[in-house]
């Protein structure tokens, strides 16, 4: 779905209805995980939009260009970007429902197992619908036509494909740790982050919305660490006068 959107869709559309995913996720988490909000955490999710929004607007004033599509092909692009976006959310609740309420195992290779088996149901439905649909002939012609050559190619491959594996593991460890919704705001962090490496790697030109964006995803996600810090204070602090208790009953007995 999220292809599909890109496909049919400006890069600033397609950007802004991404961007929705937060809001999605608020959803899901409050739900399915009985996530509690508050204002730090609210005020988080709402500037992180704001930061990816901004990104999504600037990118039409970069020159790139609208897709020519008909209305129809339009319409089915931003279903699709708003349903993946929906659907990504409610994958990483559901994630998170099955680390809580299902598995009840505290180990890493649960979230290794997480990965791992959906990537090989992904992979051999996409190996399928490689020799399906016939495009496996023209593979070595696109090897060919690559512009930096055949090697480089699958290079860029085979390495795009490790660092996607290893993101999602990170994701998903994120959700086995925190929550969905903690994973989620760390996933659209990285979007302010990229205009960093384009003019690192890319030279890209850095504006005043790219770091006006940035410093709004830094605030927005400073805002959520507070609050998991303040959580943490107080979950010390019930520990201690719970152990409290408890020592005091056993010296009442004695």
Known sequence: MY??????????????LCASQLAFNAVTSFFINAQKFTALVLNSLVILTISVCLLAINADNEGNPSNNVSRGKYVIGFLCTLGASATYSLLLSLIQFSFDKVIKDESFNTVICMQ?????VATCGCIIGLFVSGEWRTLKEEMRDYKTGGVPYVLTLRFTAIS???????LIGLVFEVSSLFSNVISTLSLPMIPIFAVVFFHDKMNGVKVIS????MWGFLSYIYQHYLDNIEANKARKEKGDEILGAITEMC
Do not use: F
């Not at 791992?116 to 090989?120: F, G, N």
């Not at 940035?214 to 995803?217: I, K, N």
């Open 116 to 120: 791992l088996y959906p990537s090989i």
């Open 164 to 170: 996607w594996q290893v993101s999602s593991v990170g």
């Open 214 to 217: 940035l410093v709004l995803a």
């Open 3 to 16: 292809s599909y959107g890109l496909l049919y869709l400006p890069v600033s559309t397609y950007s802004l």
